[in-house]
């Protein structure tokens, strides 16, 4: 029952946190994220140790032996259920078609917002290695390739929610955006399972996310979308005025969806993206519009604020003393902003975007929180990465998640851009009641 404190808890922070965030031009995803880190060790630890700890226990005693709490475990199945549902909606909200009419410049500028930072991060990485930031059993290499991931990848759902919050979500900015992260976020998970297949020493591993992913998307685009097209069709004349969707609807839906993540998580490449391949393929219609609406608010405000708590207790800000770690966070800091952001907005303007199209498209790819928080829980489970490590990439994801809406907004200077990246003065919205999708 303590369970229910907690939630409370942490649903009253952000919601605190969230008017002050406001103010500061932020979407409130990131003061959810931060309410995650205030409640941890970092601030809330500090500040009164004995309270934090009764809150959020982190060990229990069993037989003389310490475990993870009950607790701890509770939070965290509650906030990957709140990841699995949010990439489900985020997911049915994907423009598909402007991705399909922007391919090619979404193939070269993904490459590029790759490519660089993966050699700047892994030059950080072996210099990490070298100072003894990562576990022994971590080789130079693996420790390169590991930083070469988490500074190339974006939070996709955290961008997602951005572009909605910017009146984004259906222009080519918008859209050309969510489609590099979802290809930037795919590079960075095959590194990332090299990495925990190779400290396993088992290239299968590696292997079985590559061709398991392929198998998997295959499936949904054929098999999949044929299944859920027809239970949209069924229930579309069967939704109530309110919106109720009908219970026989909604459970293959979740069938669909649960067994999807079930699958991607055990091939290597993590449930996340199996439930957003299962959004995407969900039929355009009465169902999809009914799904968003029962499932957003419970989802974004509920849920997922659950995972930004798990996350904040592992993180530490009393390590960045070690004048060894805060120099690694400045060079983190630098190559993260310059690598990703300068490298996609060069590439995007090469593919004939504007300055200051190209520009806001690059500020936006920065922002990290909510994928670079996933793949540093996985790297911590798996051991792959230190407390010192986990404590710096973690403060990177929310420093480039913050700067990432103003940097935005200053580049866009009053403009945002249509499907065809014609300028268009953004138009003033209240707040959302809902997330991104």
């Given at each position: 029952?303590?369970?229910?404190?907690?939630?409370?808890?942490?649903?009253?922070?952000?919601?605190?946190?969230?008017?002050l965030f406001r103010r500061l031009g932020q979407v409130q995803v990131v003061a959810i994220m931060v309410a995650g880190f205030v409640l941890g060790p970092s601030l809330l630890g500090a500040i009164a140790p004995d309270?934090?700890?009764?809150?959020?226990?982190?060990?229990?005693?069993?037989?003389?032996?310490?475990?993870?709490?009950?607790?701890?475990?509770?939070?965290?199945?509650?906030?990957?259920?709140?990841?699995?549902?949010?990439?489900?909606?985020?997911?049915?909200?994907?423009?598909?078609?402007?991705?399909?009419?922007?391919?090619?410049?979404?193939?070269?500028?993904?490459?590029?917002?790759?490519?660089?930072?993966?050699?700047?991060?892994?030059?950080?990485?072996?210099?990490?290695?070298?100072?003894?930031?990562?576990?022994?059993?971590?080789?130079?290499?693996?420790?390169?390739?590991?930083?070469?991931?988490?500074?190339?990848?974006?939070?996709?759902?955290?961008?997602?929610?951005?572009?909605?919050?910017?009146?984004?979500?259906?222009?080519?900015?918008?859209?050309?955006?969510?489609?590099?992260?979802?290809?930037?976020?795919?590079?960075?998970?095959?590194?990332?399972?090299?990495?925990?297949?190779?400290?396993?020493?088992?290239?299968?591993?590696?292997?079985?996310?590559?061709?398991?992913?392929?198998?998997?998307?295959?499936?949904?685009?054929?098999?999949?979308?044929?299944?859920?097209?027809?239970?949209?069709?069924?229930?579309?004349?069967?939704?109530?005025?309110?919106?109720?969707?009908?219970?026989?609807?909604?459970?293959?839906?979740?069938?669909?969806?649960?067994?999807?993540?079930?699958?991607?998580?055990?091939?290597?490449?993590?449930?996340?993206?199996?439930?957003?391949?299962?959004?995407?393929v969900m039929p355009r219609g009465a169902l999809t519009e009914a799904l968003r609406d029962r499932l957003e608010p419970l989802t974004a405000y509920v849920l997922l604020p659950a995972f930004f708590v798990y996350s904040?207790?592992?993180?530490?800000?009393?390590?960045?003393?070690?004048?060894?770690?805060?120099?690694?966070?400045?060079?983190?800091?630098?190559?993260?902003?310059?690598?990703?952001?300068?490298?996609?907005?060069?590439?995007?303007?090469i593919q004939g975007m504007s300055w200051r199209e190209a520009g806001s498209l690059g500020s936006l790819m920065n922002a990290r929180g909510l994928m670079e928080l996933i793949l540093l829980n996985i790297g911590l489970?798996?051991?792959?990465?230190?407390?010192?490590?986990?404590?710096?990439?973690?403060?990177?994801?929310?420093?480039?998640?913050?700067?990432?809406?103003?940097?935005?907004?200053?580049?866009?200077?009053?403009?945002?851009?249509?499907?065809?990246?014609?300028?268009?003065?953004?138009?003033?919205?209240?707040?959302?009641?809902?997330?991104?999708?």
């Amino acid at each position: 029952m303590h369970f229910f404190l907690q939630m409370a808890v942490v649903l009253a922070t952000y919601r605190l946190l969230w008017p002050l965030f406001r103010r500061l031009g932020q979407v409130q995803v990131v003061a959810i994220m931060v309410a995650g880190f205030v409640l941890g060790p970092s601030l809330l630890g500090a500040i009164a140790p004995d309270v934090q700890e009764w809150i959020f226990p982190a060990k229990a005693s069993v037989a003389g032996t310490q475990v993870v709490h009950p607790n701890l475990a509770a939070l965290y199945v509650t906030g990957q259920l709140g990841l699995v549902l949010y990439m489900f909606i985020v997911g049915m909200g994907f423009n598909v078609g402007i991705f399909a009419d922007h391919l090619r410049h979404a193939a070269v500028t993904s490459f590029a917002g790759i490519a660089a930072p993966m050699i700047l991060g892994g030059a950080v990485g072996y210099l990490m290695w070298t100072n003894g930031l990562f576990p022994d059993k971590m080789a130079n290499w693996q420790a390169a390739l590991f930083v070469a991931a988490a500074v190339a990848i974006t939070a996709f759902p955290m961008l997602a929610w951005i572009v909605y919050d910017s009146g984004l979500l259906h222009t080519r900015l918008g859209t050309m955006a969510l489609a590099c992260a979802a290809a930037d976020d795919a590079a960075a998970w095959i590194l990332l399972a090299a990495v925990v297949a190779s400290t396993a020493g088992s290239p299968a591993v590696a292997l079985l996310a590559l061709f398991g992913g392929l198998a998997y998307l295959l499936v949904m685009v054929t098999a999949g979308r044929a299944l859920l097209r027809r239970v949209g069709e069924w229930a579309a004349p069967r939704i109530a005025a309110d919106g109720t969707i009908p219970p026989a609807a909604l459970l293959i839906v979740m069938l669909v969806l649960l067994a999807g993540a079930w699958v991607t998580d055990r091939v290597g490449i993590y449930a996340v993206f199996g439930a957003f391949i299962a959004g995407t393929v969900m039929p355009r219609g009465a169902l999809t519009e009914a799904l968003r609406d029962r499932l957003e608010p419970l989802t974004a405000y509920v849920l997922l604020p659950a995972f930004f708590v798990y996350s904040g207790l592992n993180t530490r800000l009393t390590l960045l003393f070690d004048p060894t770690v805060l120099a690694m966070l400045a060079l983190v800091l630098v190559v993260s902003f310059v690598g990703k952001g300068v490298s996609v907005g060069l590439a995007a303007r090469i593919q004939g975007m504007s300055w200051r199209e190209a520009g806001s498209l690059g500020s936006l790819m920065n922002a990290r929180g909510l994928m670079e928080l996933i793949l540093l829980n996985i790297g911590l489970n798996a051991g792959v990465v230190s407390p010192e490590i986990y404590t710096v990439l973690a403060v990177m994801a929310i420093v480039t998640t913050f700067a990432a809406t103003p940097m935005y907004r200053w580049i866009a200077s009053g403009h945002t851009f249509d499907a065809h990246g014609v300028r268009a003065p953004v138009a003033k919205s209240p707040e959302p009641v809902a997330s991104p999708a």
